[in-house]
Nanobody, 127 residues
Framework: QVQLVESGGGLVQAGGSLKLSCAASGRASNTYTMGWFRQAPGKEREFVAA????????DSADSVKGRFTISRNNAKATVYLQMNSLKPEDTAVYYCAADRNPWGSSAYATEGEYEYWGQGTQVTVSS
């Protein structure tokens, strides 16, 4: 079992930055593919970014490329999402998720791929 706890959300003006953290605990969590998803009001949850267990491989949605960066520190069992140049359309609840499959076997952009989820953290970007 893996427990995930997100933090770092809040209210920020357009053009600002936030850094989300996801603290993982539980067996073998450092070997998992990790992802960030988000869900805006009235919309489906969507993929934001994912990272391999080593941190050497990442991918992100086109809507956030060049603005958001995913990283991880396995010594701290924590995954991060650095969000820069935030836009009002980035407003959503952001969720951290863990997939037991390694990167090469993970459909990491697919919500159903992930076995474990955090409770989410709200990010609100004002215009």
């Amino acid at each position: 079992q893996v427990q995930l706890v997100e933090s770092g959300g809040g209210l920020v003006q357009a053009g600002g930055s936030l850094k989300l953290s996801c603290a993982a605990s539980g067996r073998a969590s450092n070997t998992y593919t990790m992802g960030w998803f988000r869900q805006a009001p009235g919309k489906e949850r969507e993929f934001v970014a994912a990272i391999s267990w080593s941190g050497g491989t990442t991918d992100s949605a086109d809507s956030v490329k060049g603005r958001f960066t995913i990283s991880r520190n396995n010594a701290k069992a924590t995954v991060y999402l650095q969000m820069n140049s935030l836009k009002p359309e980035d407003t959503a609840v952001y969720y951290c998720a863990a997939d037991r499959n390694p990167w090469g076997s993970s459909a990491y952009a697919t919500e159903g791929e992930y076995e474990y989820w955090g409770q989410g953290t709200q990010v609100t970007v004002s215009s």
